[in-house]
């Protein structure tokens, strides 16, 4: 059985607020390979959300990438 730790990587980032979750990628360029992985933005905000005791919750998207990566992971809504 593969063990996956549930943790935000660089280069995403989630910041938590009243209004909800905000995914971004920390202003890096991405050259880690993380930004392109949409199950590794989805590890960081299941991180923040779940340490907040989860719940129903708005996830935005802080940037391009972030908006690339909801989106592929049907959390987008446009």
Aim: hydrophobic content about 45%; overall charge negative.
């Amino acid at each position: 059985m593969e063990v996956t730790e549930v943790a935000a990587r660089p280069p995403w980032r989630v910041r938590s607020d009243e209004a909800g979750l905000t995914l971004d990628t920390n202003g890096t360029d991405g050259s880690s390979g993380g930004s392109s992985d949409p199950v590794a933005a989805l590890r960081a905000l299941c991180a923040v959300h779940w340490a907040a005791s989860g719940g129903e919750v708005v996830v935005r998207a802080g940037d391009g990438a972030a908006a690339d990566a909801l989106c592929a992971l049907g959390l987008s809504a446009g």
